[in-house]
């Protein structure tokens, strides 16, 4: 449950880009730090982490953001069914296009470890995968993709850079997304603004809903929605996914280091 609701939050924020370029803001900077609080009701699932190395560290000469996201079980769910995720991403400082992906995945015993290796200039990514769920000689697969082509975490922040003042509702975005050995369209429907009550205090937000593809997350489109801070940071507020059982939110409960003030209502 956690790292679903993990994973979706990166899904759907990468879906924020319809153009290939990025402004000439910043939406984050190092040391940028994002926790999340998962919960059904009043009962807490797990929690989750986004956040901004300090470190640079260069592939190809090129210096690169270090990305880290984490989710995890906590109280009850912790008991029966352990989760420990951890993404790790390393994109290209100018661009943000990714360098090198890795992937960790523990829940309940099932393990998957990948880690993918990008060459934009020749349209391609080596992925070398290895866990629970793969033959021992299992070995590494080259797979070609188009330019411009993210992981699910460098999409997260490559996609806060969207300048959601010139989109109207009802329009929708786009953007080319490689996960699990899987090259996919992430689709975004606009739906409009509001302000979110969060520990933080009351925050202007824009409202986003995803139209998944057949099969992926969510059947029905009108299960998955979310709100970003409607400021320069995009960060994202909440996440609500309707399921049979109820309703399962991620919240965001703390920050620190924003680039941009955020988007508080006084």
């Keep these: 449950m956690n790292k679903l609701l993990f994973s979706a939050c990166l899904l759907l924020l990468a879906s924020q880009l319809e153009a290939q370029k990025l402004l000439p803001y910043k939406a984050f900077k190092r040391g940028e730090t994002l926790k999340y609080r998962v919960h059904y009701g009043i009962i807490d699932a797990g929690e989750a982490t986004v956040s901004v190395a300090q470190d640079a560290v260069k592939f190809g000469e090129k210096p690169t953001f270090h990305l880290v996201g984490t989710g995890k079980s906590a109280g009850t769910f912790d008991w029966f069914f352990k989760v420990r995720d951890r993404y790790d991403s390393f994109v290209d400082e ?27 200039p020749k349209k391609n990514v080596l992925v070398q995968r290895n866990g629970t769920d793969v033959p021992r000689n ?47 369209p992430l689709n975004l429907k606009i739906i409009g603004r509001e302000t979110i009550n969060t520990r933080a205090g009351k925050i202007r937000c824009i409202k986003l809903r995803p139209v998944i593809q057949e099969g992926r997350v969510f059947k029905d489109e009108e299960d998955l929605t979310m709100w970003v801070s ?37």
């Design 94 to 120: 100018t661009t943000l296009l990714p360098q090198f992906f890795m992937r960790k995945v523990d829940e309940g015993g099932f393990i998957i470890n990948q880690e993918y290796l990008f060459n934009h």
């Design 138 to 184: 299992a070995v590494n697969k080259l797979f070609d993709i188009p330019l411009f082509t993210h992981d699910i975490l460098s999409a997260f922040y490559y996609a806060r850079n969207a300048d959601f003042g010139t989109v109207e509702a009802g329009k929708m975005l786009s953007v080319m997304t490689f996960f699990d050995e899987e090259l996919f």
């Design 230 to 266: 409607d400021d320069l940071n995009r960060i994202p507020v909440r996440l609500q996914a309707e399921v049979v059982v109820g309703s399962i939110k991620m919240d965001l409960k703390e920050f620190a280091n924003l680039a941009h003030p955020l988007a508080l209502v006084k």
